[in-house]
């Protein structure tokens, strides 16, 4: 089992192959950071990192699903599952 500096070089490494995303945790961080020891504001910074951990979140699935859409078309032209352009004809 890694040990926890282990577990935190691999993020910091992850983080480094994501730029977009790195900062936008940067920034969560500052917004927490930025509200520490104020009940007022702790509240308007909680509600907005949950906020943009939700928008973060939809963010990265519709980014893998972009992907996946992209790999299946790939993956079925090269087996040449699909004839692309060409005349279509009217079956009536």
Not at 15 to 26: F, V
Not at 28 to 37: I, M, P, S
Not at 58 to 68: D, F, I, Y
């Amino acid at each position: 089992m890694p040990t926890l500096a282990e577990r935190d070089e691999e993020l910091i490494h992850a983080l480094n192959r994501h730029p977009p995303l790195k900062q936008r945790i940067e920034q969560l961080v500052a917004v927490v950071e930025d509200a520490a020891g104020d009940l007022a504001r702790a509240d308007a910074a909680e509600r907005r990192v949950i906020e943009e951990i939700r928008r973060l979140g939809q963010e990265r699935l519709q980014a893998w699903a972009q992907r996946q859409v992209e790999q299946t078309a790939r993956s079925v032209l090269e087996r040449g599952e699909v004839r692309c352009g060409g005349k279509k004809t009217v079956l009536a």
